[in-house]
């Protein structure tokens, strides 16, 4: 015979798991006297027992944090996975990793519904922006809960770079480098990031006298054959002399594909990449690129879970342009 778990208690009471995490808990101010009432009739009618992780909830002393990260098209998040795993045990955390598909609503419920019953102390969301109901299940829980390198809205905490400033910058870069036909490659134009990013890019064409060209921007998910598609589009539709891959792997899709159409690679197109991951030292050219600093964010998502309510809620970190042989 199974275990009773909490969600089963939850479907019994007719309350969400969330709620039964809060009763358990002894938090009286969420939830009315009938709700803790019901809870506790599901309880024994079903003999759920207590295991480690409910007694965790119950006297408020978990010492997990769970990790929430988007399947990876890109190879970032593993820096800041690394730093929040480094810096957790230093304060004798631990760590659980749950992967939340591609923008998958039923995958991200199935995720943070694992993580609600668990319980943890608190959630980092890497690269994840949720869909629907996985939003309200996440406000609902009552767990404290920070976006690492995006953002959902306004009123969440997030640790990311300016992605404004990265696409003003790495355009400006290379209109001081003399170009003006500069293509903005692979990024999802209808998401946060993407949108700032094209943002950023128009502002600085606009300050420097450059026409906008909707051709110039490619859609994509900054995947390494998102950078190639849009390099066979480049070459075949537009004149453009430089292009800004919205990844490593996007400018190492573009690279590639350019040299297999006999485009050389400064000379004839300047590409330079966002991220500065290692991989931008071992192609050839060597990837000029706008280098986040991955590790410092999630160093900086930790100490934010925890942070007081005075504290900003919203953190940017710093980034820098590495000139390599690509521009």
């Excluded at 399947?71 to 749950?98: G, H």
């Excluded at 690492?148 to 001081?176: C, P, R």
């Excluded at 292009?243 to 792997?249: K, N, P, R, T």
Aim: aromatic content about 8%; overall charge neutral; some cysteine.
């Amino acid at each position: 015979m199974m275990s009773v778990t909490i969600k089963d208690v939850a479907k019994n009471a007719n309350v969400s798991i969330a709620t039964v995490s809060r009763v358990l808990a002894g938090k009286k101010e969420a939830y009315s006297l009938a709700t803790e009432k019901r809870v506790h009739k599901a309880i024994q009618e079903l003999g759920y027992k207590k295991n480690k992780a409910a007694v965790e909830l119950v006297t408020m002393k978990s010492n997990v944090i769970a990790i929430l990260v988007s399947t990876p098209k890109t190879n970032f998040a593993m820096k800041i996975i690394e730093s929040i795993q480094k810096n957790a045990y230093k304060k004798d955390l631990s760590v659980i990793i749950l992967f939340v598909g591609d923008n998958d609503e039923e995958t991200q419920i199935k995720a943070l519904n694992t993580v609600i019953e668990r319980p943890v102390k608190g959630i980092l969301l890497i690269s994840v922006e949720l869909c629907g109901d996985a939003i309200n299940l996440l406000k609902n829980s009552g767990i404290s809960n920070v976006f690492v390198s995006t953002a959902m809205s306004k009123e969440s905490k997030f640790v990311s770079s300016d992605d404004f400033k990265i696409g003003y910058e790495a355009t400006k870069f290379l209109i001081h480098k003399g170009h003006k036909k500069i293509g903005l490659s692979s990024l999802e134009v209808d998401k946060f990031i993407g949108q700032q990013r094209v943002a950023g890019y128009l502002s600085a064409l606009k300050d420097h006298h450059i026409p906008q060209n909707d051709d110039w921007i490619f859609d994509g998910d900054y995947s390494y054959e998102s950078g190639v598609a849009s390099m066979q589009y480049y070459a075949s539709q537009t004149d453009i002399t430089a292009v800004i891959g919205a990844s490593d792997l996007a400018a190492i899709g573009i690279i590639n594909t350019a040299q297999k159409l006999d485009i050389n690679v400064p000379d004839q197109l300047a590409v330079i990449s966002i991220d500065g991951t290692y991989l931008v030292d071992i192609v050839s050219p060597r990837i000029t690129s706008v280098t986040q600093s991955f590790y410092n964010m999630g160093e900086t998502a930790l100490k934010m879970l925890f942070s007081k309510g005075n504290e900003s809620s919203h953190i940017y970190t710093s980034f820098q342009i590495d000139e390599r042989e690509s521009s």
